[in-house]
């Protein structure tokens, strides 16, 4: 399996609270993103980063941003968290090859009230 | 911007039994991948099979395959001597050679494996 951690694994916050997801890998992979997926929805993408510092947003990235200083870890930031925003997130890395899959963690479920 | 269909909702198969998932694409690109994910109840999202858009041979992974249908624009997987394990959400996902950085998720597929 790909080193790919998520942490939290759970996490309930308050409407308005901020909240930060962090990926952490162990493969030295230049792609990381990521996605919450919701029912009827899929996975859809929030952002994304191609290296240290470049990062672009995806289809769902308001309310959002993003952080990465260093390879190895990328972050996802709700400023301002919303009841909306209750979902699943994954994040997910995969190497420079065009045709290479992404890898993903084990998802964060993260439930505002 | 492209899309990617899942029309089956959920679908059901028989154990040893086979079935095929559905999924259709939008795209005007001629160079392009998919990809098939599987998702337990464990909530792992897990690679099942890959499709290159410049090959013509259908991918197989031991029981999973593929009928890549090109011009149809169509990419449904087969599952074949079907388990209990293989009960699952599967995703379709795309990746076009323009946008080669993004990977766009179909809406799944839950599979049910009955007895």
């Known amino acids: 399996d790909a080193g790919i951690t998520q942490s939290p694994r759970h996490k309930v916050t308050e409407t308005g609270t901020p909240v930060t997801l962090r990926c952490h890998q162990t493969?030295?992979?230049?792609?990381m993103y990521w996605y919450r997926q919701d029912p009827g929805h899929g996975l859809r993408l929030i952002h994304y980063?191609?290296?240290?510092?470049?990062?672009d947003k995806g289809e769902v990235s308001d309310g959002y941003s993003v952080s990465r200083s260093k390879t190895e870890d990328f972050l996802l930031t709700l400023e301002s968290a919303t009841s909306s925003q209750t979902s699943v997130y994954f994040c997910?890395?995969?190497?420079?090859?065009?045709?290479?899959?992404?890898?993903f963690g084990n998802g964060t479920r993260l439930t505002v009230t | 911007a492209q899309t990617v269909t899942q029309s089956q909702p959920e679908m059901s198969v028989q154990e040893a039994e086979t079935v095929t998932l559905s999924c259709t694409y939008d795209t005007s690109e001629s160079d392009y991948y998919l990809f098939w994910y599987k998702q337990p109840p464990s909530r792992q999202m897990i690679l099942v099979i890959r499709?290159?858009?410049?090959?013509?041979q259908n991918a197989t992974e031991n029981r999973f395959s593929v009928n890549f249908q090109k011009a149809a624009k169509s990419f449904s997987l087969k599952i074949s001597d079907s388990q209990l394990g293989d009960a699952a959400m599967y995703f379709c996902a795309y990746r076009g050679e323009s946008s080669g950085d993004k990977l766009t998720f179909g809406t799944g597929t839950r599979l049910a494996v009955r007895p």
């Open positions: 997910a890395i995969r190497d420079r090859a065009l045709n290479s899959p992404l890898h």
């Open positions: 493969e030295n992979h230049r792609y």
């Open positions: 980063s191609y290296g240290v510092k470049d990062t």
């Open positions: 499709q290159e858009a410049y090959k013509q």
